[in-house]
């Protein structure tokens, strides 16, 4: 079965440490990965996917095919990063996304 | 700019009333999808149309149904609301096409008392 697993809740760390926030998936073929973020009262939106292999906002992630993984790191976390995170699954050929169940990142100062 | 709206932001409505949850997209998108979003829960899908009057069943979809009488337009009915269905409501859009970004409204905080 298709899963998206973010074993942390919650993740706090303070202004200028590094940040990773983890995503483990089960696929038998080869995904498409999105990472979308949710800040304060706004809506959700893709913060970045795997295929574009860009960074944003200083946030990178990349695939690791042997242990299925799909980590966003960033190294030196700013206070607007504090929001939800969500890590997703695309499966081949299919319209719908498998979510994780997000990851509440707070910035302290 | 994709722009995806949602008919409200905050809704209170009693047990057992009719609810009609509206998302309207104004970039074409033939996939539309409506889904639950809770803490601690993620995002759960209740139904998806992939074009005007066709539909599928999400995770979730009991005690929701959906229509999808024009291309921009993706309506989540509650047929009689119970406690159990107040919830963050996200409604999203994207291309025909598998693997594409998905783009949110706002949602809707439904509140079932």
């Known amino acids: 079965a298709q899963r998206v697993t973010q074993p942390e809740k919650l993740l706090s760390v303070f202004k200028g440490a590094p940040v990773e926030l983890k995503c483990n998936y089960s696929y038998s073929g080869s995904p498409e990965l999105f990472w979308y973020v949710q800040y304060s009262r706004q809506r959700l939106q893709l913060l970045l996917r795997h295929i574009s292999r860009e960074s944003i906002k200083g946030f990178t992630a990349d695939l690791n095919k042997g242990e299925t993984s799909f980590h966003l790191k960033k190294p030196f976390a700013q206070e607007e990063d504090s929001a939800m995170y969500y890590c997703?699954?695309?499966?081949?050929?299919?319209?719908?996304?498998?979510w994780g169940a997000g990851t509440k990142l707070i910035i302290k100062p | 700019d994709v722009k995806v709206t949602q008919s409200s932001r905050y809704l209170v409505k009693r047990t057992g009333e009719k609810v009609f949850l509206e998302c309207v997209q104004d970039m074409d998108h033939e996939n539309m999808f409506w889904y639950r979003q809770d803490p601690g829960l993620g995002l759960r899908l209740i139904y998806f149309s992939y074009d005007v009057k066709m539909k599928e069943k999400g995770d979730i979809p009991e005690g929701y149904s959906v229509s999808r009488e024009k291309k921009e337009r993706f309506s989540l009915i509650l047929e009689s609301a119970s406690t159990n269905q107040t919830s963050m409501y996200l409604c999203a859009s994207n291309p025909g096409l598998a693997g594409i970004e998905q783009y949110f409204g706002p949602g809707t905080r439904l509140t079932v008392t």
């Open positions: 997703a699954l695309s499966a081949l050929g299919n319209y719908q996304l498998i």
